[in-house]
């Protein structure tokens, strides 16, 4: 079909600025990947989310296999998280052997809370994965204090949240470890793949830079010739006495330097699409049909307008917007319980009523920081058309 205003792969727009940086290094840079580019990144991403160390990798998938790792799963060890996520934010510590205990949303937030996570702590808990889902930074100061009355470690996914802050403090520097992600759907995007993984702990930070690139180390005594005995050295990465296999995260020259030069505008860009959201939300207020989540602060960036539709309206809401209006709108995130990929490893039962309702009911408008003003009011138009005529159908 045919859409007026179809769903869109690209986050944002780049400057004629932004593309000169890429043309530029593009030509300049030696080498394309783990050079000054990246340590420039990670130094300016650092300060200016307030950070303690920060790796430039791949995407935010890796960040999470790196952090996975990083965690030590021991047999029996579990781990909290939301059914109400994309996949990669779970499957990477699956795989690093954590036992998943699925924990609910709050129905208006979207994103766990210290009570949902507390129903779930056992003896065996380890470790909590806080989703920052939407874009909207939950609770962490609470689930701070949960963690630390039951010595848990925190992961929390920032890939939609980037910037977000609570009372001042950024999305990311709340936990043991931050994810972010710079895919091409992002508010931030370095060229379609990208990803940033920040810890606290100077243990883990030694460890990462081998880690994140095959182990390469360099020898520990001094060589009277640089090729001998070998250009460079390999070791096992060690964490308490365990060793970890390494891996190849990095991400090369070009996009650490869009991604520093990205930042300049990271904030306006979220007080754009926060802006752009309120408009919105505003707009359809007389429509109780359509429960938004309001939030006038830093607090959310609105990498997505989700709203959860109430009487049963969702799907016919969709279809007319889709069929007769030319909108095609989105429904996130399936609950994980529900794929056959976590059902086939035991995940299938999630006791999460809240995830099931709102999935259910939910809908998601095309909201890209490059949208117009002209199609936000097209979309608004025609979603109060498409209600009206839902109202007098029902
Ligand atoms: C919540 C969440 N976590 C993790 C990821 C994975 O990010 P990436 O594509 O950079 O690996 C995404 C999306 O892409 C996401 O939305």
Redesign the pocket.
């Known amino acids: 079909m045919e859409y007026k205003i179809n769903s869109s792969g690209t986050g944002h727009r780049y400057t004629k600025e932004e593309i000169e940086v890429v043309t530029r290094v593009m030509n300049e840079a030696d080498p394309l990947t783990q050079g000054k580019y990246r340590n420039a990144f990670e130094e300016k991403f650092k300060e200016a989310l307030g950070l303690d160390y920060c790796f430039a990798v791949n ?4 960040a ?1 296999e790196l952090a996975a790792q990083l965690c030590l799963f021991k047999p029996g060890d579990e781990l909290i998280a939301p059914t109400h ?2 996949t ?2 779970v499957y990477p510590f699956i795989k690093k052997g954590a036992n998943i205990r699925w924990a609910d949303i709050d129905l208006k937030t979207r994103v766990l809370t210290a009570e949902s996570i507390e129903k779930r702590i056992t003896t065996k808990t380890r470790a909590i994965l806080i ?1 920052h ?1 939407y874009g909207y930074l939950a609770d962490m100061e609470e689930i701070v204090q949960l963690a630390k009355k039951h010595n848990l470690l925190i992961i929390e ?1 920032v ?2 949240a980037l910037g977000t802050d609570l009372n001042g403090k950024q999305a990311g520097s709340f936990g043991d470890f931050g ?1 972010y ?3 091409s ?2 508010n931030m995007t370095t060229l379609g ?3 940033m993984l920040s810890v606290k702990n100077q243990t883990y930070a030694n460890i990462l830079p081998q880690l994140r690139h095959n182990g390469h180390t360099s020898f520990h005594y001094d060589r009277t010739d640089y090729w001998l005995p070998a250009m460079g050295n390999l070791e096992m990465p060690v964490l308490e006495g365990k060793m970890l296999w390494p891996n190849n995260y990095c991400l090369g020259e070009v996009e650490c330097a869009l991604g520093s030069k990205l930042l300049d505008r990271m904030h306006q860009m979220n007080a754009e699409k926060r802006s752009n959201a309120l408009w919105f939300i505003d707009q359809l207020s007389a429509f109780p049909e359509l429960e938004f989540h309001r939030v006038d602060s830093s607090r959310h960036n609105y990498h997505l307008l989700a709203a959860q539709v109430k009487n049963g309206m969702r799907n016919g809401l969709i279809k007319l917007l889709a069929d007769f209006y030319k909108i095609k709108c989105d429904v996130r995130y399936y609950p994980l319980n529900r794929y056959p990929l976590y059902q086939a490893v035991g995940l299938g039962q999630a006791d999460c009523p809240n995830t099931d309702l709102f999935f259910d009911n939910q809908i998601c408008f095309p909201f890209e920081h490059w949208r117009s003003r002209e199609d936000l009011n097209y979309i608004v138009n025609s979603t109060k058309d498409a209600l009206n005529k839902l109202r007098n159908a029902g």
């Open positions: 995407n935010a998938t890796a999470l996520t994309f990669s934010s989703v889902l996914d890939a939609q994810i992600s710079f895919h759907h992002k793949e990208g990803g």
